[in-house]
């Protein structure tokens, strides 16, 4: 059966039996990057389609549907139009950081790429702190847009940037706590034992209610983390004009706004890991026939499904919801989420050592 | 403590009901497509769908007899807000030799019409109304500015 899994390892194998080590791990790497970048593009074009084409039906209107059938090529268009403007820098911008902030955003997003499991053993580098690696390494990703908000030398761009400043720094703290719930269960911040410890059913089910009320947490921290509606102070169109990147254009712009779909694409494969069982197929106690049917459905189609399944989730949040004030957004935080995650966890640690879970 | 406590419970569970409620109904409109009220409009001209009420412009309906009802009371230059109506009255002779009033020109700029409806609600007679019409594009400017009482028409019998 051809498998992603089965892919990479006659790639190495063909690569090794040819060449020496270190030409075989420049290689794999090269193909690597070359097979993120092409990700990051897919993902960009499918999922600002997908948004709009969302946006569009909850709101009862039609979406784009001129370029191409159905409107395909819409996005394809879109980055082409970006692509040919004029990346303008402001007189009174600090011209060095301007230029690098979209990058560092875009490198950061790059990064969190890395140990996400795409499939049955298919995993950029499997290692041993993998979530706690992607906690991590997003919370820098504030820096990048702390950096454009003060290089633009702009009232607004700054105003933007601290909100997201304010805003990520506190709803990591209860995307984390929601993490920690699922890792007492698992025993392990690696994403391939996270993944096997569910093969006998997904945590969302296996672990009660805290499990669940982990999950809405985690879903509606992220949200938060990646700046989007209904928390959305950081861009905050109709207040900051667009918030950090009001003064970006051309592929500047295009760098942020992909950015911003490749975090919503990596906090919802984390989710779908973490909760939702990443490549494991949906399996039902003792009913063999039915979990036999489900295990031929390949594995990278069950984590796109599942991962697809919640971005779809925040889009509709976010077509959905009234926007918070910037007070209101920080009293949910640390009111209401943070509280409830603490006891959350407290409460999963006692079914832990308990052992009540399944 | 325990009001509060009981207050903060009654709250997150209130917030997520009403979230829930309003995440019901946009689900509902993802999944039904029917309910798109958008029109592709250059295809469908010949099925175009407009609203009850949609105002494209002031049009003034004549009868078989090329009859109004407009009877030059101007009420409606009154109460346009821009100036967009102008009205040209005549005296004419009747048959028992009495002058009456009646209108010679309706003038209507489509151009500086913002389509309010107060014209419509002025005019004591229903002499005009708005038509749904919407495709005014010309390429000149004095093309906008419409007579809209017909050639060599009359005021209809009884109205007054």
Redesign the interface.
């Known amino acids: 059966m051809i498998s992603l899994e089965n892919i990479s390892a006659s790639i190495h194998q063909l690569l090794s039996a040819n060449l020496s080590q270190t030409a075989v791990i420049l290689i794999e790497m090269s193909i690597i990057a070359l097979l993120a970048i092409t990700l990051f593009a897919l993902l960009g074009l499918i999922l600002v389609f997908m948004e709009r084409k ?1 946006s569009a ?6 979406g784009p ?1 001129r370029v191409g059938p159905k409107g395909i090529f819409q996005t394809t268009a879109d980055t082409i139009k970006l692509a040919l403007k004029e990346g303008f820098v402001p007189d009174g911008a600090d011209k060095f950081l301007y230029k690098l902030a979209p990058f560092v955003v875009m490198i950061i997003a790059m990064m969190l790429l890395a140990p996400i499991a795409f499939a049955k053993n298919f995993a950029m580098w499997d290692l041993n702190i993998g979530v706690f690696f992607i906690t991590a390494i997003s919370s820098v990703s504030v820096i990048g847009i702390l950096m454009a908000g003060w290089a633009s030398n702009n009232q607004y761009s700054l105003l933007g940037a601290m909100r997201s400043g304010a805003q990520i720094i506190s709803y990591e703290i209860s995307a984390g706590m929601a993490i920690l719930t699922i890792i007492v269960l698992t025993g392990s911040l690696q994403i391939s034992e996270i993944v096997n410890s569910q093969s006998n059913g997904w945590w969302l089910f296996k672990g009660h209610i805290p499990a669940v009320i982990a999950f809405v947490i985690y879903i509606i921290a992220v949200t938060a983390e990646t700046n989007r509606a209904p928390f959305d102070m950081a861009e905050a169109e109709s207040e900051l004009t667009g918030g950090f990147h009001t003064e970006y254009s051309g592929m500047r712009f295009a760098l942020f706004f992909l950015a911003e779909y490749i975090n919503i694409f990596i906090v919802c494969a984390v989710g779908a890991t973490l909760f939702l069982g990443g490549w494991m197929p949906f399996h039902i106690g003792a009913w063999e026939g039915f979990n036999h049917i489900m295990d031929f459905i390949p594995s990278s189609v069950w984590f796109l499904g599942k991962t697809f399944f919640l971005i779809f989730v925040i889009m ?2 976010r ?3 009234p926007r918070l004030r910037i007070d209101q957004l920080l009293n949910l935080e640390w009111k ?1 989420l943070l509280p ?1 995650s603490l006891f959350n966890l407290l409460f999963m640690t006692l079914i832990a050592i308990k052992g009540w879970h399944f | 403590m325990i009001t509060f406590l009981k207050q903060y419970f009654t709250d ?1 569970y209130e917030a997520i009901v009403s ?1 829930l409620k ?2 019901k ?3 509902y ?2 999944t039904h ?1 029917k ?4 029109q ?1 409009y250059p295809e469908n001209r010949a099925t175009l769908n407009l609203p009850e009420r949609f105002r494209g412009e002031v049009v003034m309906p004549h009868d078989e007899n090329n009859e109004h009802a407009c009877t030059g009371c101007s009420a409606c230059e009154l109460a346009c807000p821009n100036g967009t109506i102008k009205i040209l009255n005549k005296f004419e002779v009747n048959a028992e030799g009495k002058k009456k009033k009646a209108i010679d020109t309706f003038v209507y700029h489509l151009e500086l019409c913002t389509m309010c409806n107060l014209c419509i609600v002025a005019c004591p007679t229903d002499a005009i109304k708005m038509a749904q019409t919407f495709e005014h594009s010309v390429f000149d400017r004095s093309l906008l500015t419409k007579k809209l009482n017909q050639p060599n028409s009359k005021l209809r019998e009884g109205i007054e």
């Not at chain 1, 039906?57 to 039609?62: C, F, S, T």
């Open positions: 969302v039906w909850i709101q009862i209107r039609l549907n509709w949040f077509w959905t919801f209401y409830i | 997150i979230l309003g995440m109904l946009t689900g409109y993802f497509h309910e798109i009220i958008t592709e």
